[in-house]
Every structure is written in C-alpha cells, then in structure tokens.
DNA sequence: GCCGACGGTCACAATCGCGTCACATGCCCG
DNA sequence: CGGGCATGTGACGCGATTGTGACCGTCGGC
C-alpha cells in the first residue's frame, strides 16, 4: 500500500493528529499558513478546516493549488455548517470535496484509507489481501474468496483493522480507537458485541472462525 | 482512455478551468492569443470562444489551425448568440463546430468526453466497458449487455461517472461537481434521487443491484 | 402558445446501524 | 467443586440516514 501525505489543520489536525501514529501508514505533515511546510512525495490528501486562526480555508486551499509540489493533491475543506455559498467557494477555491463538521473521526477515516486506496489512477486501487480475505478500501467493501462480505460500516471497520495487524491480539481499547470512536464513551462491552457480529458475517461466507478471543486480554485475527 | 488536451479561452476557462482538475484524465492547458501556448502531445480539442478581449474567435481558429501543432485539433467555436451567419463563418474559419452559450458546463463536459471518445485516430478508447455494461461517451448511449439502456442525459452522466470510478466510494459532492452543476447549488439530497433513477433503469434492464449505498459517505459503483 | 419531458426539491415513511442491557454460558482458580 | 469474573448473544429502542412518490418550475419542440 502507497504512502500518502496528509495533511490537517487547524482543530482537524487536534482532532486527528494523535491519532494518525505508530502504525498506521500515513506519512503525515502539518500544514500552517507560513509554518513548515513538510512536503514528502507522493499522492497528497489535504483536510482544511474552513476556519482557523490566522488564515482562511479558502485561502489555504488557493495555497495549495499553486504549490507545485501539492497541485494535485486531493483536498476536502470542512465546514462549520451546511452553507450552500459556502460549499461553492470552497469548490472554486480548489477543493474537491467538502464535509461538513463536527467531524465524526470515524468517517474521516474511512474517507482517508478510501482516498488512499483510490488515489491517483483509478484500477490502481490497492487491495490489502490476507490468504483468502480481501479488503477493498476504496470501494469500502470486503471479500472473502471472492465473494463479498456483507458487512456493517462497524464491521467493516473492524476487520480492516484486523486485517492491518494480523495474528496480533488487539485490546478492547486499541479497537475502539481504531474505529475511530471517542463520543460518546463506548463501553468496552460493546465490542464483543462487534466481534460477535463480525464472527457472524464470516462464518456466514464460509470463512469460519478468524476471530479468536484472548481471554483478559482482546482479540486477535488468525490469518493462519 | 487517453489523454486529450483541452484548450478554452476567455470566459469558457473561467468557467471550466477550476473544473478540470484531480482526477480528470485531461492534459490541461490555457491558450491566449499571444500568451503562452502550452500544448502538449496528442489529440487536442479546443473551445473558443466567439468573443474575446482582444481577439476575435474566427482569428484564434485561424491561428490553430495555422499552427502545425495544432492544425489538426478539433476546435469547437462558442457563440454568444443562434447566428447562422456566424456559424458560417466560424466554420469557414476553420472551427469543426459551435455551440451556442450562455454555456452550461454539464453540456460542455458531454461534449468535451464525446470528443475524448471519438476522438481523432480511431481505437482510441471509444467505449469504456465494465463487464456487461457499456458506455459510449461519443453516441451518449450506454448499454447493459448489449441493450440500450434507457437513460436520461443526467442518469447517463451519472452512470458514465460511476464507470470511470468503479469499485470506489463518491460522495454526493463528487457526483455533483462530475456532473458539472454549480448553479443553482445543488441540494445533496438530490443525488439521492438521481441515484434512485439510475438504479430503477439499471433494474429495469436486468442489471440487478448495481449501486451500492455507503451510509454517511457516498455511493459506489459495484463492478462486479 | 401548448404540451410533454426532464430535473430539482420536499416531506414522509421505512429502514438501518448501533450502543446497551440482560441473561446464558464458559472458563479459571482456589 | 464452587464462586466469580469474562465472554457470547438475542432483544430492544433511539436516531440518523435514505428511498421514493408527488409536486412543480423550466425548457424545448411542434
């Protein structure tokens, strides 16, 4: 799976910048209006929030369209409220695409492996696959031998996730911060019920038990 | 599909310019009358507009087709106003055709991948197919196993856009700005209708389920 | 100028997704 | 062998999101 440079700012960059660490596979860069400027190489993904301090998404989205080095870069401008005009500007001013706050992390992070998944050339679109699992970020859907698995946007998130560490035990915590979930506070409960419906899919497509439990401890994928 | 590089002047950049970026497949370039003159190689198709500052759409066609890098350019001339003797004349020109304005940017775009899709030498992708389903961009027709597919023009763009981009999530924001509306600004809920549309025609023509809802972000075209 | 096709919006209903609870079951350890 | 904690799972209910029929303005053709 290629790299690719995100940047974030503003309250984006709060929100998402301790969470975009160790494992995941982010080159990741902060962008400020006349701070560094980290550019590596690379497809470029850019979250802008429409307002920030001392310089206005619009602004920072006409910056980054006449930097050569991010010209091509994919840019979501993320809006306070749903403002049509709004919506508008940030479109001419660059943008590609916009969402509209607060921001729920665990779309953003869908949209982010999505767009990682999907950038550049379409047909490209890198798959993650572990023995007879397949998991298409892009197209948010998972297969397993070839047939698809009919999964829930939790679920999918889960074993996605599962997939990135494989024949690793992951704790109750580590999935629940994968998913992206911080509000409110999800129980850890919770999750076995997510694994229970996991297991269910995948048992349903013949791919039997993957998920086994480490008792007191979490869960772990068995990609055997 | 091939690249093709696309030269629009005056107001007709203004409008498309900001448009065709990211993941269009289009070589992009400004040609001004005596500016600078990106070309690049391969076919090229040009919208001009009738009028200009300081020069006239019959001279900038004279002047493409005088130029050996372009003299074989398929140029489209844009009036302001239904005159016949001005089509005359932009033909004699040497325009291959007009439109007439004030442009709206969804018909431009049918144009622009018509063109894109009959472009010059022949075998150069004149339709795009994905699995039973075909899309002729030049004919604006598309056919699922052979039949015609009955389509309006905005179901056939949606349905030309989700085959450029399968197996990946767009959001209601990427359909709208693909299908080239700005004005009005485009209620997102629309997309949901236009999505109903296109899928009722799909059905009704023995596709089956085709488009798939991603909820909370988008949609995706399943290929397969 | 009339008429039909097309496309955008609205409002309402249906569905879906998911977090939680409650209870059943299972496992470990003394 | 028993207590107690850990996990599995069916059921429930709330919200948010989506599907869709209906309506209506617009445009183009006749």
């Known amino acids: 799976m290629q790299a690719i440079n995100i940047f974030l700012t503003g309250r984006l960059g709060e929100t998402l910048e301790d969470f975009m660490h160790g494992e995941t596979r982010y080159a990741f860069g902060s962008l400020y209006p006349d701070g560094p400027h980290r550019v590596v190489e ?7 929030d429409w307002v920030m301090d001392d310089l206005s998404g619009l602004e920072m989205c006409r910056r980054l369209r006449a930097d050569p080095r991010t010209e091509d870069a994919h ?54 696959e572990l023995g007879e699992l397949t998991i298409d970020a ?15 946007p939790n679920e999918f998130r889960l074993l996605r996730f599962f997939a990135q560490n494989p ?7 580590d999935l629940i911060e994968a998913l992206g979930k911080q509000e409110p506070p999800i129980d850890e409960r919770t999750v076995d019920v997510w694994i229970g419906r996991l297991r269910k899919a995948l048992r ?19 990609s055997r």
């Open 42 to 48: 690379g497809p470029v993904c850019a979250f802008v």
């Open 75 to 128: 840019i979501t401008i993320v809006l306070e409220e749903d403002d049509a005009a709004d919506k508008r500007r940030a479109l001419k001013a660059g943008a590609d695409d916009y969402m509209v706050g607060p921001l729920d992390r665990t779309l953003v992070l869908d949209r982010v492996m999505a767009l990682q998944a999907g950038c550049g050339q379409p047909g490209i679109a890198e798959r993650l």
């Open 138 to 152: 892009a197209a948010l859907q998972a297969r397993w031998a070839g047939e698809p698995l009919d999964l829930r």
């Open 167 to 173: 024949d690793r035990v992951l704790t109750r915590a």
């Open 204 to 222: 349903a497509a013949g791919a039997g038990e993957r998920v086994r439990t480490v008792r007191s401890l979490g869960y772990v994928y068995d």
